[in-house]
């Protein structure tokens, strides 16, 4: 990269248009994606985890995210690396763990306050990981994730609200709020950080230019670039086979059943 790529990769957040995230789940996928010219490539937590044979947001693949993002950190482009929950519950771990990622050249993280048993973690000990990770490597892009609406919060306006903003006060550099989708939720959010929105991309229910115009920052794919593959990979076999037909699109609990997950 010609240019500092903390910066290039913090400055993407603020262009006219939102920066559209895809999401990889290994070198050759992101590879592909700066070819098709993405300034910025993530990862997906599902698709590494699915591709070991591993559930997903169940912390159990640390040493296939690291090695991802050794080898994705080599593309000219900012890189940013799906760490699920942080892969410990001692915030200076998570730190020490952010710090590494930093010494390969990654330039941001998602740190998520979701649990594997459909909780949420306690935001006084997300701030305090936040935090952490800020002390030891304040220059990586961390994007605070709350799952209040992807975990169907019984509240998930008003406990979204006070986590993005209990987040955004510890350092968070972003927030992102997967699974929020309607106008009025997401100008709450907007309204409610200094910070930018991170929104997923849910087909059918969010269109680019929507969000742009409502303020989110960020559109990330997560998973549906992985799914998508599986359906194309599925969808090609039974064609050589001569036996088409119409593959749907795999859904997230379809890719954890097919790994024996939840």
Known sequence: MGTDRYDAFRDLHHRDRPLLLPNAWDHAVGAALVDAGFPAVGTTSLGVAAAAGKSDATGGTLEETMTLAWNLARLPVPVTVDIEGGFSDRPAEVGRLVAELASYGVAGVNIED??????????????????????????????????TFWLAHPSDLAETLRRVSA??????????????????????????????????????RTDTARLADLGVRRISCGSLLYRAALRAAVATALEVAGRPGDVPVPAYGDVQRLVGGR
Not at 194 to 203: A, E, F, G, Q, R
């Open 114 to 147: 979701g649990r594997a048993d459909g909780t949420l973690t306690p935001v006084e000990h997300q701030v305090s990981v936040i935090e952490a990770v800020k002390a030891a490597a304040p220059r990586v892009f961390l994007n605070a994730r709350t799952d």
């Open 167 to 204: 987040y955004a006060a510890a350092g968070a550099d972003g927030v992102f709020v997967p699974g929020i989708a309607g106008d009025a939720d997401i100008r709450a959010v907007v309204e409610e950080v200094p910070v930018p929105l991170n929104v997923l991309h849910l087909p059918g």
